[in-house]
């Protein structure tokens, strides 16, 4: 049997296109800070792992996507010159507060917490534990005024 990975055959290729140019519309390379753009990492593997309940809803929003891009330029959006993309893309997050929220939320979580990125930020890259991460140690006489408020729910 190939090498398949069970996020392979999440998405239809079409749905896989659309994917990778948007991520990088939302995290895009930055070569002089040796920074990997959204497209280069394992998303949807990331999301079958740690997210499996969003799929559908990255795929409805990769198919609206493409609707838009076909009533309004009657091809798809990978099909789209970059200005058309880039347009269409300031258009549906002008129109539609929620335009690829799951998209987005999704990538930040898999972003940061790569190993390619992690080392671009000067961060080791590793699990937090077993050796933690130093918390700065703060004034907790602040927290006297929330201490002292009464309950605010019922028993």
């Known amino acids: 049997m190939a090498d398949l990975i069970a996020s392979d055959a999440l998405l239809t290729e079409e749905q896989n296109q659309t994917l990778r140019l948007l991520l990088n519309m939302i995290i895009p390379p930055d070569a002089e800070r040796g920074m990997p753009g959204a497209a280069e990492l394992d998303f949807m593997g990331y999301v079958f792992e740690f997210a499996n309940d969003r799929i559908e809803h990255i795929k409805r929003e990769l198919d609206s996507l493409n609707k838009s891009s076909r009533r309004q330029y009657t091809v798809t959006f990978p099909q789209l010159d970059d200005n058309d993309r880039e347009a269409l893309v300031k258009r549906l997050y ?62």
């Open 94 to 155: 002008s129109t539609r507060r929620q335009f690829a929220r799951n998209i987005e939320v999704q990538i930040m979580f898999c972003y940061y917490q790569d190993d390619k990125v992690l080392k671009a930020l000067g961060k080791e890259a590793r699990p937090p534990f077993p050796k933690g991460n130093e918390v700065l140690r703060g004034d907790l006489s602040l927290l006297d005024p929330v201490r002292q408020r009464p309950k605010l729910y019922r028993e």
